[in-house]
């Protein structure tokens, strides 16, 4: 149904995630970040609107990834149709992966990398996806991007891609949160959204954003 990658940049601290779907509002379902916390991807055959956040609560109050993982599973009697994944600020993982979601579903994970997915081809839509981010050079959001494409190519969610979405927080940047929620080519459309926000106008208005290590920036 999903595939989806978390990722931290050990030289500058930057956390990102991208995901992709055949159904609708991936960005809205599955994403969330928080440059204080880390990143999570909360999916499955019914994924919970809570688990996501409530993972940031917690390894934003100091539990590391698989930690926080482990509590808002063991907390939820209908864990076995979820499927989570977490990344601390520190690169450390934590993912669950329900039996009860439909195959093929699983993950992959490295310090700093977690690829998780279900409803898939197959196995080798995590690695291409793991296996693209790893090779690709650049900045955090076009490497996801990359990645994401690749996972497409390998196959990606078996019944095809409606919705895409990036996120990105750094603690010397304004974060970026972009989504496709329903596209007959979403990878496609993402990527060209990615692109306007590299414009000059808008560049220059991110940079009197707040940002973590400049709280209080407005011009």
Known sequence: MTFSILAREPESGAIGGAAATGNLCVGGWVLRGDIRAGMTASQGMAPSPFWGADTLAAMRGGARADEAVRRIVEADSG??????????????????????????????????????????????????????????????????????????????DARGLMSAALQVHAPEAAPLDLRIDHSDAPLAALSTLHARTLAPDYRAWLAIVPTLKEPERCR
Not at 124 to 150: C, H, I, N, T, Y
């Open 79 to 156: 864990a076995a149709a979820r499927q989570l994944a977490a990344l601390d600020t520190g690169g450390g993982t934590g993912v669950h992966d329900g039996a009860e979601n439909h195959a093929w579903c699983g993950h992959l994970a490295a310090p700093g990398l977690i690829v998780a997915g279900n409803w898939l081809h197959s196995a080798e839509v995590l690695k291409a996806v793991a296996d693209a981010f790893a090779a690709k050079q650049g900045p955090l959001a076009v490497r996801l991007l990359a990645a994401l494409s690749a996972g497409a190519e390998a196959g990606g």
